[in-house]
């Protein structure tokens, strides 16, 4: 069993930056697919970034694309979100999450995890 801690939220400007970490412990991060989820008052749970065990292979919401960039240090037992030019509707609590899979599989679907951080809140101002 895993067990996940995020950090690295907060309050930035819009068009800022800012990476948030999910640091792992108890297992090898390595054994894992990760993700990370995103969550807004009053809205549903959603995809933000996947990440394989590898590395090799990743996948990102639309909405994030070409903004944000998920990534791992399994040396470090850490995955990475790297968000950049941020807007006030990236506002919402996201969290980490992992799942035992192959090697090179990517997980995108909340179901499929097994495993769940605290969260951490994001605030975008406009």
């Known amino acids: 069993q895993v067990q996940l801690v995020e950090s690295g939220g907060g309050l930035v400007q819009a068009g800022g930056s800012q990476r948030l970490s999910c640091a792992a412990s108890g297992r090898t991060l390595s054994s894992y697919a990760m993700g990370w989820f995103r969550q807004a008052p009053g809205k549903e749970r959603e995809f933000v970034a996947a990440?394989?065990?590898?590395?090799?292979?990743?996948r990102y919401a639309d909405s994030v694309k070409g903004r944000f960039t998920i990534s791992r240090d399994n040396a470090k037992n850490t995955v990475y979100l790297q968000m950049n030019s941020l807007k006030p509707e990236d506002t919402a609590i996201y969290y980490c999450?992992?799942?035992?899979?192959?090697?090179?599989?990517?997980?995108?679907?909340?179901?499929?995890?097994?495993?769940w951080g605290q969260g951490t809140q994001v605030t975008v101002s406009s």
């Open positions: 990440i394989s065990r590898s590395g090799g292979s990743t």
């Open positions: 999450a992992a799942t035992l899979r192959p090697y090179t599989v990517v997980v995108v679907t909340t179901v499929e995890y097994d495993y």
